[in-house]
């Protein structure tokens, strides 16, 4: 599944053999690429797959491109309300509202059969490819034999490249439409081969799935394929609220539910200063961007956003997206101005937690959820207020410390 974060990769100033003998020399590469594929050949055969599949591999060629865009990836460093002022535009609603009503008789029957809304599916085609409109045009065989034949990831993509044969078998696709992304991501909702194999859906009856040209397969697929997330129906994802700040930070965490009632009787209440509607059902605070950012109540739906992408950014604002389209006004944008460190403070910030004996997981200058959970407890230990959004003022206090 493509995510919207993966960077552009930096330019490459050097000739192909010279990148090739480069990237050759960093991997040890076992075999000769042709002899490689001969063998996947074997194996695809040895799975099932017919020469007609298995026609798709012939005259296949390493592409070294491939592999330095891969090693350039950098860190996403934007926070919520950057990223989302950006993906959440006049233009994105304006032609994703559209499409609520051009397609409303699709929306409806996936709304049936799936249980997942309209504006949901419309916020990740939205976020994912632009509503179909930028979905890349790499060979993705190509580029998914040269990651497998990489030494990095060579057994996820083997059996990727394997998978995107037996959509060729199936008759979903032929080997010159699958063009996508350089990872080997295919169509609307850039799925994986894998997924495709197992989510895709033939939804306007011709007998083939094509999640590149058919809008209803697309869209269909898209909802099986989040019904298989864990997708609850008729149950909400995301609400803005505001937050009284006396609130007990170290709750907003969204390993910790409460009730909606629980947090209304703390204060917590809907953006205008009303009541929030009286009931048991659990949500989650969560606080993008700290105490100062903007506020939401997240549902177990919005676990269904995390699952799509991991990245807090991205799926709050697919979240928020979703809410927009579904007639949500505009967000507030907190109570102050919030820095977001840099991805190196994100790295120095992550070494100093670790050295004093926090888990913040991997030091890669990124914000994820080990990283928020050892902040808030940095937090809570130097008597700062304990949201789990890095700032500065905890950077500064771990490095005197």
Known sequence: MKTMFRTIAAVLLFSGATLSSALAASCSTRQPFEAWLADVKSEAAAAGVTPRGLAALNGLTYDPQIVARDRAQGVFQQSFLQ?????????????????LKSEAATFDHIARTYGVPGPVIVAF???????????????????????????????????????????????????????GAWAGELGQFQFMPSYYLKYAVDEDGDGRRDLLRSRADALASAGNFLKSLGWRRGEPWLREVRVPESL????????????????????????????????????????????????????????????????????????????????????????????????????????????????????????????????????????????SYPSQELLETLRRN
């Open 83 to 99: 990223f989302s002022d950006r993906m959440v535009s006049a233009d994105r609603l304006l032609r994703g509202g559209r499409f």
């Open 125 to 179: 085609w939205g976020l994912e490819t632009d509503f179909g409109a930028v979905m890349g045009n790499m060979s993705t065989l190509r580029s998914l034999a040269t990651l497998a034949y990489d030494c990095r990831r060579p057994a996820m993509f083997r059996a990727e490249l394997i998978d995107a044969l037996k959509i060729i078998d199936r008759g979903d696709l032929q080997a010159s439409d699958m063009r």
């Open 248 to 387: 007990d930070w170290k709750q907003a965490d969204l390993a910790i539910k409460h009730p909606v009632s629980v947090w209304a009787q703390w204060g917590v209440t809907l953006p205008n200063g009303g009541a929030l509607p009286a009931e048991e059902r659990e949500a989650s605070l969560h606080l993008p961007m700290g105490r100062l950012g903007p506020a939401f109540l997240a549902y177990d739906n919005f676990q269904v956003f995390l699952k799509w992408n991991q990245s807090l950014v991205y799926s709050t604002t697919a979240a928020y997206l979703a809410d927009r389209l579904a007639g949500a006004p505009p967000i507030n944008r907190g109570r102050g101005r919030v820095t977001p460190l840099n991805a190196q403070d994100t790295s120095d910030l992550q070494r100093l937690l670790s050295a004093k004996g926090w888990d913040p997981g991997p030091i890669d200058g990124k914000l994820g959820t080990a990283t928020r959970t050892a902040v808030r407890d940095a937090q809570s230990r130097f008597g700062l207020p304990a949201d």
